[in-house]
């Protein structure tokens, strides 16, 4: 699942501020004077005023964090506790050189990915400014029609005045002040899928806060109907404030995240079963006690994998700053693996597939027949509308003339509105004419005004709707939609004057006028994105609301596959099995519901897919939470950017190829590290054991094994920079142990083959049986370079240096540590490890063990990248 806050119930315990209890229990006008505000809303210098006495409109867990806040979130990791008291347990024993260099490898660790995640935090600051959630908050003397402008939720302060309509998010606290049909969804907050009616009438407040009707809280969303309301409780005050801290923590893992936990537990469960052993062989044969728990210690430390945190922070904040130079915004760090592992995007077809630029071509009567009355009524109903204009609205309202012929604002007075549903598929307005008659004009899917309408009207007649009309129209409308024609029908109702109040029951008996119809252009880069998606390894699949014909001739024109298409009313009686043996054989679905685009993802998730969504209108919000990751655009509404993991700055397939590649970089570069700490550490624990048992010392000395550790450690840090080969971009890549543990068990012993030929070396050809710090040094410095040369044999299924080449940053690494390591016996301070200068025989003899192991290794690797893949 993607990184979505998990459904908190927070009825339990939650209770109404003061503040809310009396805004509730109050008529509007007394809470708008209680709060000090005016219908016309504060003006600007009043509320900067209040905004800085009562600081941004933020919960606790949006607050950026401090550098103490982003420093102790690095160091507080399982890894570094365990390091840290095998430092304090050194140091016990009187070890400080040890203690030392472990509390350096904390550092080391700590350090790199504070400063890496620092610079994450930074840019993603800078980033997160370009898609704020705004409100609509009315301002006296603001130059637009109605008084209202748009202002980040951040600035929002009590006494505000807002407007809400469908697709946006609660802002605040708020009291409603007047509400037409308004739903809201509270899923988010109170675990409870339907929608919740709100009405703006005084009522006596319960505790719960969820049960006042005349109260919409922040953090649940508007699904259909408008409001006007006014700000109560901001930032931390507000009931989602309050529980902010315990909500940021119910986030749902990621498999990628299981994966690392279990990796680490993995190593921790090989150091436990390794430690004990050491420490009870070296103990027995050599008898000096102290020195076996010093070196236990010490192999303790070498099979921690304490990089890791630092790995994987560094990898993702170093994917997030990449993909983010190509239009793509990443809100949650974890989310980038799970973009890399994606095989199945699903998206809606308007603005991926086309255009998203339509354009109204005809307005025809039910006959065909070009038809400007069912314009001006399409027309009335856009302009007067007050719900979320879509962009069949605004392509209805470029129609400028109508607004000069018809001067809706003059002639016509807004009554009431019945706003859209996904239910209905319609929405309704009633405008009063200059003759004080009421006209219900209705707008919606052809199939729903047909089941409300009696009658029909043309330029030169008028009767009764019947069977023959509805099979006329179902064929006017395939035709339409089989040249890409989307059409929707447009029917009115003459109501009497005296009536104010309009509701559902009022949408009957009505009259239809025809059809508009408008054509939304497929996009030219469609059919070479969907083509590359599907060469990297990741299949589009169409979710979409409109019909099957429209959606078929997009299809076409782009080049997808359509084969069968699923609609909305086949899936609904199907059962979660069958509907999985359809989705995974399926390409496009048509007539969805939202519940039904989730239901189909989540059928896509029991095939084993790893699912993306990509949408951006009120009715994807549930998908992009079902979805694996959730990626919308900076121009969707506010419930689909605040589902999302992934914002793209341009609504285009091809700039999320280029995020999905960024993804498999970042899974690539944490699974070479995986690989190379693994292999290392279950070769060194053969060579450790076995060197235990024959050795009449020990191998190394502690401070050898930690400097050691540390110096790969060094070594492993530019990781993150590497390059990765075009060949493991090609497809979705996932968290697989059972193929780490397989790589593990037959790479990992190479490397002690080479160990024990360099402990014959060093008894035979230089009598080291009788000098360990010989030994030892021998055994460090041939230790360091092939765990070093590892590096560059694991991170690529092709032969290392000639068809593939590490990044500069990681030769440059290994080249330094390798330097180091050769170094260090001849220098001032070979005495302080233990070392002893190397006679030069040696060199040509380790320098031909590397060549034998690069060889060996390479040759093991490639047969289990054959056999099991890398």
């Known amino acids: 699942m993607n990184q979505q806050v998990a459904p908190t119930r927070l009825r339990n315990g939650q209770r109404l501020t003061d503040a809310l209890r009396r ?32 600081g941004p409109n933020r919960v606790a867990r949006n607050h950026r964090p401090t550098l103490l806040r982003e420093l102790a979130g690095r160091a507080k990791n399982p890894l570094n506790g365990l390091l840290l008291t095998l430092a304090a347990v050194s140091w016990q024993l009187g070890d400080l050189r040890a203690a030392i260099v472990i509390a350096a490898m904390v550092v080391l660790s700590v350090g790199l990915a504070f400063v890496q995640e620092h610079r994450s935090n930074q840019a993603a600051a800078k980033l997160q400014a370009m898609v704020q959630t705004r409100a609509a908050v009315r301002r006296p003397g603001a130059h637009t029609a109605d008084g209202f402008i748009e202002e980040p939720i951040e600035r929002l302060v009590p006494g505000d005045i807002v407007r809400l309509a469908a697709g946006d998010m609660i802002p605040a606290d708020v009291r409603l002040l007047d509400a037409k049909d308004l739903f809201v969804n509270q899923a988010a907050l109170t675990g409870e899928a339907m929608p919740a009616e709100k009405y703006a009438h005084a009522a006596v407040a319960a505790d719960d806060p969820f049960a006042a009707q005349n109260l919409a809280l922040m953090g649940a969303n508007v699904v259909s109907g408008y409001a006007t309301a006014i700000v109560v409780e901001t930032g931390a005050r507000t009931c989602f404030g309050a529980m902010a801290d315990k909500i940021a923590g119910e986030r749902a893992e990621t498999s990628f995240d299981k994966g690392v936990t279990k990796f680490t537990w993995l190593m921790i469960s090989f150091m436990a079963a390794m430690v004990p052993s050491v420490f009870l062989i070296n103990g027995l044969t050599k008898g000096d006690w102290l020195q076996a728990l010093l070196f236990a210690v010490s192999v303790a430390v070498g099979l921690t994998p304490e990089m890791l945190p630092m790995i994987v922070t560094v990898n993702l904040a170093k994917g997030a700053i990449a993909i983010s130079r190509k239009k793509v915004i990443v809100k949650r760090l974890n989310s980038i693996q799970n973009f890399g592992a994606m095989d199945v995007l699903c998206t809606d077809k308007t603005g991926t597939l086309t255009q998203d630029r339509i354009i109204l071509k005809r307005h025809l009567d039910i006959y065909g027949e070009e038809s400007d009355r069912v314009l001006e009524f399409a027309f009335l109903n856009s302009h007067f509308q007050s719900g979320l204009k879509n962009l069949l609205d605004i392509a209805v309202l470029e129609h400028h003339e109508l607004a000069s012929a018809l001067r809706p604002d003059h002639q016509f007075t807004k009554i009431d509105e019945i706003p859209f549903d996904f239910e209905r598929r319609r929405l309704s307005v009633v405008v009063q004419r200059d003759d004080g008659r009421h006209l219900l004009v209705c707008k919606g899917a052809v199939e729903e005004l047909f089941s409300i309408s009696d009658g029909y009207e043309t330029a030169s007649e008028c009767g009764r709707l019947d069977a023959s009309h509805l099979g006329a129209a179902k064929r006017e409308t395939a035709e339409l939609n089989a040249d890409g024609f989307r059409v929707v029908a447009v029917a009115y109702k003459e109501m009497p004057p005296e009536q104010t109040v309009y509701t559902k029951a009022d949408e009957c008996g009505l009259t239809l006028l025809g059809y508009i119809a408008f054509l939304d252009p497929p996009k030219d880069s469609a059919a070479g994105a969907i083509a590359a998606l599907a060469q990297a390894g990741v299949s589009v699949k169409i979710l979409t609301g409109d019909n099957d014909i429209v959606t078929r001739k997009i299809c076409r024109d782009v ?18 099995e069958a509907l999985s043996e359809l989705a995974g054989e399926t390409t496009v679905f048509a007539k969805l519901s939202p519940p039904q685009k ?22 994807d919000g549930p998908a992009l939470k079902a979805a694996d990751v959730g990626i919308s655009v900076d121009t969707a509404v506010d419930i689909a950017r605040e589902s999302a993991d992934i914002i793209l700055l341009e609504k285009s397939l091809a700039v999320l190829g280029d995020g999905v590649v960024e993804g498999r970089k970042v ?53 993150p920079t590497d390059n990765v ?38 008894i035979f050809a230089f009598g080291a049986w009788t000098d360990p710090s010989l030994f ?32 500069n940053a990681l030769l440059l690494t290994s080249i330094v540590v390798c330097l180091v390591g050769a170094a260090i016996p001849y220098s001032p301070l070979a005495p302080v490890f233990g070392f002893t200068p190397l006679p030069w ?30």
């Not at 040509?844 to 054959?866: C, D, E, I, N, Q």
Request: neutral net charge.
């Open 841 to 870: 025989l040696y060199w040509p003899a380790v320098f031909s063990f590397l060549l034998g192991y690069a060889v060996l290794a390479h040759l093991t690797k490639s047969w289990f990248v054959r056999r099991w893949g890398m």
């Open 725 to 762: 080969d075009e060949e493991y971009l090609s497809a979705p890549r996932r968290w697989d142990i059972d193929n780490i543990a397989k790589f593990v068990l037959c790479v990992g012993p190479v490397s002690s083959i080479f160990d024990y030929a360099t402990y014959a070396l060093m």
């Open 559 to 576: 080049g997808l596959e359509v084969g069968r298409i699923a609609l909305g009313s086949e899936i609904e009686g199907l059962s979660d």
């Open 23 to 54: 805004a509730a229990e109050e008529e509007g006008e007394a809470v708008v004077r209680g709060l000090e505000s005016s219908r016309n809303g504060l003006s600007v210098k009043e509320a900067a005023a209040r905004l800085r006495r009562l």
């Open 598 to 619: 989730a239901r189909v993802i989540d059928a896509l998730h029991r095939k084993g897919h790893v699912v993306g969504y990509l949408g951006d209108g009120i009715n």
């Open 776 to 807: 030892q040094t021998g055994w460090f410095v041939e230790s360091l370079l092939t765990q070093t040369l590892i590096i560059h044999i694991i991170r690529t299924a092709r032969i290392p240096f000639i068809q593939s080449r590490a990044s």
């Open 667 to 719: 899974f690539a570069n944490i699974i070479k590290y995986i690989k190379m700490g693994a292999s290392s550490n279950f070769g060194n624990m053969f060579s450790v054991l076995g060197a235990s048992v024959f050795l009449p010392f020990l191998p190394m000395t502690p401070i050898q094994v930690l400097t050691n550790n540390l110096l790969y450690d060094f070594s492993q840090t530019a990781i």
